[in-house]
């Protein structure tokens, strides 16, 4: 069956312009997690989303980060006004719940230059 | 507080040597805990997982690992390395509402 999928695969773009990274979680999961992996760097919890409730956004690192999930399915990150900083992979994972195995993405690879 | 130490950044094996990634939690609750294996420019997939049914948990790929609660250990090996083996790996323990991820091991199979 379809696994994630995550589009853009490359995102090049200039500091200071806003980028939208899409996830399309496995068909049914209510968990959908975003991870930001900088070059040899383990993965840097974002957002959580569970179901309905509100999502977990205790990772994001600053108020130009925000995600949305709607109808439960299909995620959107968005970052503006993007730092060199930012340059990284961005992974999504979606999973059946808390707890169970997470099934990921191949990642949007994003550089800002 | 909820912690997972991968012990080695990097792991150097010689082909059809057995392979020791090696990996300590620390939680207050009785969590699930996984490896993932990260191929270059690919997203993790899952090797195996423990969710307290058995002690010793078979994987994809002849991994294992042993869930030792009194060492709070979650160590993976394999018999025999393979070149394909060569990837980054994560433990992983999520107790409740957290995900939390190892820094990873770097496994390097020589020829």
């Known amino acids: 069956g379809a696994g994630v999928s995550q589009s853009p695969s490359n995102k090049v773009t200039e500091k200071g312009k806003d980028v939208e990274l899409r996830c399309d979680p496995i068909?049914?999961?209510?968990?959908l997690y975003w991870y930001r992996q900088s070059l040899g760097q383990g993965l840097e919890f974002l957002i959580y989303?569970?179901?309905?409730?509100?999502?977990?956004k205790s990772g994001l690192p600053s108020d130009r980060f925000s995600a949305e999930r709607t109808g439960g399915s299909v995620s959107t990150l968005t970052i503006q006004r993007t730092q060199q900083e930012d340059s990284a992979v961005y992974l999504c994972?979606?999973?059946?719940?808390?707890?169970?195995?997470?099934?990921f993405g191949d990642g949007t690879r994003l550089s800002i230059l | 507080a909820q912690s997972v130490t991968q012990l080695d950044s990097h792991v150097s094996v010689s082909e059809g040597t057995p392979v020791l990634l090696r990996c300590n939690y620390s939680s207050s609750y009785s969590p699930s805990l996984f490896w993932y294996v990260q191929h270059p420019n690919k997203g993790l997939q899952l090797l195996l997982k423990y969710t307290s049914a058995a002690t010793l948990v078979k994987g994809i790929n002849g991994f294992e690992a042993e869930f030792k609660k009194s060492e709070t250990s979650f160590h993976l090996t394999k018999p025999s390395a393979h070149m394909s083996d060569a990837a980054e790996y994560f433990c992983?323990?999520?107790?409740?509402?957290?995900?939390?991820f190892g820094a990873g091991t770097r496994l390097f199979v020589k020829a």
């Open positions: 989303f569970q179901g309905n409730s509100a999502p977990d």
């Open positions: 992983v323990v999520t107790p409740p509402f957290k995900t939390i």
């Open positions: 068909s049914g999961h209510t968990a």
């Open positions: 994972a979606s999973s059946s719940g808390h707890g169970k195995p997470q099934h």
